[in-house]
């Protein structure tokens, strides 16, 4: 495929965390160009000025946001936008003939007013949400490869949820019996200052946040119900951790059959994600680590049964950035765009 033959590609909202995954995953793949990176903290400003470690790969500038322009020079949009924002733009780059991948909650949810209660917004973009495909290929494969939008999960209902779909697909759990206690490094909380992400303040702790009533929740409910076939509640507790990336999500809950034993549920594991290239399952006895998925689009899933409690475990490690944001949104893409879902993605760590 020659460089006229690649498909043009877009980031608005480039100058953040996931815009520059975006932009190191998009310049190594094969089959797309980067034609425009846009923002508008940034914009006017070369790319390389951003992130001067970039600056002998990259010579776009960033731009302020024109939705003509935009259309005119990309047949793929990411949106790496805070949320609230992406609700005002995909309607109108879906119309003009764009497909759309937004990397913030906007689109991730069916029913809006779910939306309206944790995020605080009003929507009127009903008909385009309803068009929206919740883009966990594990999940949605098909759907996602028809979709002209995909509402990009986010990074801990990813983890969690990876670690979740073969008990809840199976009824081997209780549904309401599920604990998710999770871990994320510090780039989850974007590239603004904070206080609370303050070396001085995080580095040597370790602490929760978030407790009750994180947004992420709700996301992980909506998958759990449509899977369980009925309302399902999750306690959800999200934790910060001293490092710049990562997550590790540990999930309980109850058998519902006591007599399953970690042999049964390895077997189960592996023929569930038999043809989901990401998802690597551990053998018996091996737990994941969040440096093993560092920089990968890989998910590594470990499974443990407690007899004694009659609980399934599953750890779940990837990078918050990659298979939880940026890596998991190119892979939709190559799906969106026919190409096999592993083109252009880093598949191994850089270790130790």
Known sequence: ??????????????SG??????VRILLDHPHVELTYLGGESSAGQSYGQVYPHLAHRI????????????ARRCRVVFLGLPNGIACDLAPQLVD?????????????FRDLNTYEDWYGKSRSDQEV???????????????????????????????????????LKQGIIIPETAIIDAKSGTSGGGR???????????????????????????????ICTDLAGHEVRI?????????????????????????????????IYNAFYRNSPWVKVLPSGV?????????????????????????????????????????????????MLGLDETIGLPQLAFYP
């Open 1 to 14: 495929m020659s460089n006229t033959d690649k498909i043009p590609v877009g980031i608005v909202g480039a």
């Open 17 to 22: 965390y996931g815009g520059v995954q975006l």
């Open 59 to 70: 010579s776009l500038k960033v731009e302020s946001i024109d939705l003509d322009e935009i």
């Open 96 to 108: 003009r003939g764009c497909k759309v991948l937004d990397l913030s909650a906007d689109y991730r």
């Open 129 to 167: 949400a309803a068009m929206a495909v919740y883009g966990l290929p594990e999940l949605n494969r098909e759907a996602i490869a028809e979709a002209n939008l995909i509402g990009c999960p986010g990074c801990y209902p990813t983890a969690s949820l990876l670690a979740l779909l073969p008990l």
């Open 192 to 222: 603004q200052a904070k206080t609370n992400m303050l070396l001085a303040e995080a580095g040597g702790s370790f602490s929760a946040y978030g407790v009750g009533r994180h947004r992420h929740t709700p996301e992980i409910e909506q």
């Open 235 to 267: 306690q959800f507790t999200p934790h910060l951790v001293p490092m710049p990336r990562g997550i590790l999500s540990t999930v309980y809950a109850t058998l519902r059959d006591p007599g399953l034993v970690r042999e049964d549920l390895l077997t």
């Open 287 to 335: 737990y994941p680590q969040t440096k093993w998925a560092l920089g990968t689009n890989l998910c590594y899933l470990g499974v443990e049964v407690d007899p004694r409690t009659d609980r399934v475990i599953v750890l779940s490690a990837i990078d918050n950035l990659m298979k939880g944001q940026s890596g998991q949104a190119v892979q939709c893409m190559n799906l």
